[in-house]
């Protein structure tokens, strides 16, 4: 027979065999667990990555069409501006033409002193100043009744 001392031995031998063996096998399992984790959270971070940037391009798409837009709309309102202004200019100055041929001829007794030569051609400034600022206190009338007409609410 075998001494006790010897059946003790082998005993906390297997003893320890088994429990190497089972924190050797826990161990392996517990690897196993990390690499899926790291695997789930790897496509995870991988399928959040691609939705961002899916969104960052939708967003950026939209970002870029409504600076078009902005684009577009200042260049129409810059167009429109600048058309309006050539027209009342234009207004202007075919309303001063007209209020200058509808004066009265100059009768030989109107100026019976004869004065300075310069004296017609001041006088016929400020005539031309008046009648442009007639004209265009006249235009400036009309385009707020324009306006004004354009904001009365139609009712059906």
């Known amino acids: 027979m ?6 003790l031995a082998i005993y906390a031998l297997m003893a320890i065999i088994v429990t190497g063996a089972y924190f050797g096998w826990a161990y392996h399992q517990q690897q196993i667990g990390y690499e899926k984790a790291a695997k789930e959270v790897a496509l995870r971070d991988a399928d959040t990555a691609r939705q961002s940037a899916e969104l960052m391009a939708t967003e950026k798409a939209k970002v870029e069409q409504s600076n078009k837009e902005q684009t577009a709309r200042l260049q129409d309102a810059i167009t429109i501006y600048a058309t309006r202004t050539n027209d009342l200019n234009d207004d202007v100055d075919n309303l001063t033409k007209r209020l200058r041929n509808n ?3 100059a009768s ?3 100026n ?3 004065g300075r030569g310069d004296d017609n ?4 400034r400020r005539n031309n100043e008046a009648d442009t600022d ?5 235009i400036k009338l009309a385009n707020l009744c324009e306006k004004k007409v354009n904001e009365l609410k139609v009712v059906n």
């Open 112 to 114: 019976a002193v004869p």
């Open 108 to 110: 030989c007794s109107q």
């Open 2 to 7: 075998i001494p006790l001392q010897i059946k």
């Open 103 to 105: 004066r009265p001829a």
């Open 121 to 124: 051609v001041e006088g016929e």
């Open 134 to 138: 007639i004209a265009r206190a006249a």
